[in-house]
């Protein structure tokens, strides 16, 4: 065959089952040799159906259904959701209880996103840095498990306050902890700004400039790396948030490496939030220790997971259930910003620039 | 730390997973695992029937009085019922282990029988659960508590209620 029968471009489907991506997504790739020259992205092919389970339970247990959406943010999540029951029915959280919900969810930002950076050193296939980052983010799931008893479902919170308290001990021990994670976290920065085949895979690759992150209106660690210096926790603050010393990270390249970055960064600030927290951690109860009936009424309310913000939407009538609960995930804003990071992407690195908006279809396609 | 620190110090502490099945796996005091019922404490309020986000646990009127019964298989471990149960007749042990081969999978269950009892004062058939005293000022003694137990719900609100208060 001669060569010039060969087409120019290829068409090529990644996912929705593939082997570099964890998630359900569907890709349709157009090669230009190794390069990227056009793609499709077609979502849509899980559906749990848990915004109708949502209206089917009350909005007592809709705070675990809700904490099982994401099991990455499955803090912020039922957070939100009690944020906005609270915002309906008036209830105030008590001061020790809005401090425990800073600490629970700075927790599950630090190892969520040691777990995304982790991921990006796996595609870049560097296997043994790899296993050194889980075994980081380790640190942090024993802690958890040790505080609220589950590694991801950590059921810290509920209607009106948190489920859980600390005492001496364990605050000892999350001091500890949070030690540890912070000299390795240190040295995985110091990896990531040296180390040459990091360096080399994600420098300067899927690039998403502030004005396409202002077009796709990316948010998160994704928006942050673009220069667009915007965090809930900062422009809207909830929990203890307006009290506490938050720093917000953003970079300019726009690449995978300093989406990285970003998250790297964030974890030592959420260490530092976590340790004024345990040192101001005011006495006092943790919940209003009652189970009110919710009125009917309508909220809406935002937070910042470590994807980034999360707005629920929460229609109550007067029966125990919701009539209408909705959510707007992360993802749903940051995928379509895959459509300019992978133009003229290199084939090999499509995986790792998926990996860097830290996809998760679990909560999108519920 | 370079690499070969990491390597160096790996090295010396041995393999970080877990040797389980052949050694203990790392399980915290605070693990949220098996739930256990505990029927003497419990109120018969059904809240944690009522807040399980499973429908895992199960109240049933008997001959004998009323049943608990918490489907493991069902339950997902999310400590709603414990959280708020009034007494602390329900908890999560943290008990992990719930492998069981396929022939036991109807008997993981936890269960519990609330027994009907005779009121001692008017003889009327009542469920024998906890007494709620939570309000009850000045807190209850022993020999109290025994009495109150002994009667139906509309005599234990007498009781309460004729109980001398000293001033
Ligand atoms: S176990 Fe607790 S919540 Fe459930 S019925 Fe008994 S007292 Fe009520
Ligand atoms: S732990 Fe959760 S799912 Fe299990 S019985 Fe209790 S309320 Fe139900």
Redesign the pocket.
Known sequence: MSTHNVPETFSIPVGPLHVALEEPMYFKIDVQGETVSHIDINAGHAHRGIEYLTTKRTMYQNV?LTERICSLCSNSHPQTFAMAAEKIAGIEVPERGIYLRTVADEMKRVTSHLFNVALLVHLVGYETYFMHMMQVREIGQDMLESIFGNRQDIGAMCIGGVRYDLDDKSIAYIKGALDKIEAETKDIIKTFKTNGSILRRTKGVGVLTHAEAITCGVVGPVARASGVDYDVRREAPYAAYDRLPLVVHSLTDGDVWSRAMVRLEEILTSIDLLRVCLRDLPGGPVNINDRPDIPPGQAVTRSEAPRGEVIYYLRTNDTPQPERVKWRVPTFMNWDSLRFMLQDAKVADIAMIVNSIDPCLSCTER | MNFLTIFARNLKQGPQTEAFPLGPAFTPERL?GR?EFNADHCEGCRI?ER???????RFAKTPDGMTFD???N???????????CPTDA?H?TNDWDLSHVNADKFDMVEHGLIPNQKCVECGATALNTAPVIKNAKPPLSAEEYTELRARCPKCRAKYLKNRKVPA
């Open positions: 675990v | 949220r739930i944690c807040v399980c986000p499973a429908n895992a646990i918490c489907w493991h069902t339950c997902v471990f999310c400590g709603n019922c414990e959280f708020y329900i999560q």
